[in-house]
Structures are given as structure tokens and as C-alpha cells.
């Protein structure tokens, strides 16, 4: 018998993280779980922890170290909590990590994990669009192996396998269009939060499923494919497929068009990450093509969605401008789940944002700290000025 692998799993109670530990669970010989992070939720990684008998349980919100300590109390797990402590299980140094913290708050934990120079899956996109630069620098420096674990980003990395990206004329980012992909303007402008995180096709967090009605999804992973795919912005191209079988293509300059389809569920590229490069068994649905029966494709609509734009925008002009979309946009989800401004608002504060604030191009990741906290500042009087409730 080989030794297990130890993983750690940042965003454990996520969608992601549940996803990731379900595979796990059913491979108990192979995997050692290192440590489990949530952001607040104590009762629910601590369920996690003595589960997956873990060694460390870390609870990002600094002041319920008290509740998590009594809630593990006499299993053997350790508890730790706030952003260090994060950062500290990061640098435990588990073979596979898989970074699943939503948002730029994975951005820590996340480079910490890359500077071990094990395996790191990320799902955690967000944290490559406002760094990317300084992440990719981080994985070549360190040696670390970065896996995409993101369905299109994953599809790409497999479809890649053999080839030479001197030799890719394009890469296909395929889009389901999320549930308002046929919804004229004026219905867009009324939809509810509970309308918009319910996603035609995949389950998934509130904010990425947000991010999926707008399209800016589609728009932060442009970005992510930017970097850890570089052919060049002019080889990314975008398509709606609004079944989600194909995750996304690569086409040769020899017009060899390579894809990678499955169903619709995360286990899939988390379980190709878990196991490259080899394979192992996962549960999920093999794909029923005949009931399928047919896939279809439509360009996006840049006016419904100009999110997609300021996107491509964003990292045309690079520098400071991915980084500030990503805030602006986390900021302006964040306020419409809670219903304070509308959905159309969303890009509206994502642009202006991106008008008023033109700092220059940061050099360290406290530069994008910085940068991240300002955007966040001039993107919230922004949802304030335009509250509606
Ligand atoms: P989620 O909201 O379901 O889970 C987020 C996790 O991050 C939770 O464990 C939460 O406790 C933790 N967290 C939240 N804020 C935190 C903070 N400030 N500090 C520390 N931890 C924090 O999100 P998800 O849908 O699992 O998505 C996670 C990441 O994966 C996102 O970046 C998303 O874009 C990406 N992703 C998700 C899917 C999917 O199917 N859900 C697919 C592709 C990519
Ligand atoms: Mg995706």
C-alpha cells in the first residue's frame, strides 16, 4: 500500500470543498486530510473535521476560535482561527491543496500554498484575475504544480495534454449563458437574487452563480485563462452552449479542434485534479448523448452582458484594471444578494468603478491589497447612491 496523500482543503463548507471531500471520502486509503478551513460556518467544519478526521480545522473569522475549540473538544482536532491562521495551515505543506475560498480573500491562503511547491488545485479565480501575474511569478519560482479545477480552465488543461501552445490557434471558452441568457432587458433589470443563483445547469455558491447571470464569470475567466494559458488575449474566444456538455475547446493551427466534454458536475475536474496525472473512478453521470440529442452554440450578447467587455477590457489594458474589476464586482454581488441595488447595477458599478479609479500597476501583493480595499471603497458609494430599497 503507497502512503496517502495529505490534502488540504480551503473552503471546505463550500460548494467546491463539499465536492472536493466527497471524492476523498470515497478514496479513504489514499488521501490524508492536512487541514479544513471555513469562514464562519463553525458548526459545519467542524462536522467536516471529525468526518474526514482531520488535524487541523481553521475558521476564518478571528473571533470564534472560543465556539470552534468547544466544538472540537476532546476529538483531537486543532482548532486555529483569523487570516494568519490560514495562511499558517497553508504553509503546513499538504502534497494537494485545493484552494476554494470565494473571492479575493483566497488570495493569502492561496500564493502561501503556491510557495510550498506541492500541487495546488485552484477553483478560487478570483485571486488569479487580481494577481495573476504575481501568482504565475509565485508558481515558477516555487516549482509548484497549479491545476485548474475551474470546468472550462480544466477542460482546456486536458485538452492541451500533448500538444505545444506555440501550436494553438484558439481556445474556446464555452458559456452556458446562465438563466437569463434568452431574458429581454427589461426583465433582467427586475430579476431577483433567488432568480439569479439559480443556475440552469450547474449547482454552485451565491456568488458564482451571480457571476454566472451576468456573464461576468465568463469575463473573470477570460482572465484566468489569460494566465495560465498564454497564447494571447487575440486566441481567447468566448461561446454560448447553453447545455454545458462541451466545458471548452482548443483548435490547433493544423484546424484540429480538440474539446472535453462531461455532465455537468464539479466532482469531474476536481477529480481529475485529485488524481493527475493519473485517473480514478468518480460518481458522477456518464454523459447520455442520445438523450442530450443535440448541442448548440450562439456568440454572446455584448449588450445584455457588458460585463463580458470590461472584462476583456480589464485585462487588455492590465496593470491595476483586473483587480479593480474583480473588487468592484464583489462589492456589487454582494450588495444585490442582499437586495440593496438591482441586477443591471451589477456591471454599471463594475464600470464606473473601473472610470474613477486608475491607480498605477502593482508591483507586490500588498500593492493589490491596496488597490483591492480603494476599488472596494469607491464601488460601495457607488451602491449606495443607488439603493433601492
Ligand atoms: P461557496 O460560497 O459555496 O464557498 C466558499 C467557501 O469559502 C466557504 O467554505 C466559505 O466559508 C469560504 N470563505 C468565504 N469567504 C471567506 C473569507 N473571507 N475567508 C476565508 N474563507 C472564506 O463558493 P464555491 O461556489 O464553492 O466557489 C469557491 C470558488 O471556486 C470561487 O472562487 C468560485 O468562483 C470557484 N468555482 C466554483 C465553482 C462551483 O461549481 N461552485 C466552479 C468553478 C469555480
Ligand atoms: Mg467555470
Redesign the pocket.
Known sequence: MTTPRTVTI????????QSTLDLIARSPDQFAVQAV?????VAGLAKIAIAHHARLAVI?DGSRLADLKAALAGTGVEAAAGPQA?IDAAALGADWTMA????I??LAPTLAAIRQGRTVAL????SLVSAGALMMDAVAASGATLLP???EHNAIFQCLAGGRVEDVARIILTASGGPFRTATLDRMRAVTPAQAVKHPN?S?????SV?SATMMNKGLELIEAHHLFPVGLDRLEIIVHPQSVIHSMVEYRDRSTLAQLGSPD?RVPIAHALAWPARMASPCQPLDLATIGRLDFEAPDPVRFPALALARAAIEAGGARPAILNAANEVAVAAFLKGRIGFLDIAAIVEETLRRYSPAAPTSIEEIGAIDREARGHAISRAESVRID
Request: net charge negative.
Open positions: 480551503f473552503g471546505a463548507t463550500g460548494s467546491v470543498g478551513t471555513a469562514q464562519s460556518d476564518g490560514l476554494a475560498i470565494v473571492g480573500a483566497g477553483a478560487n479565480k478570483e479545477v475551474d470546468s450547474w454552485m455558491g451565491a456568488k458564482i457571476d464539479m
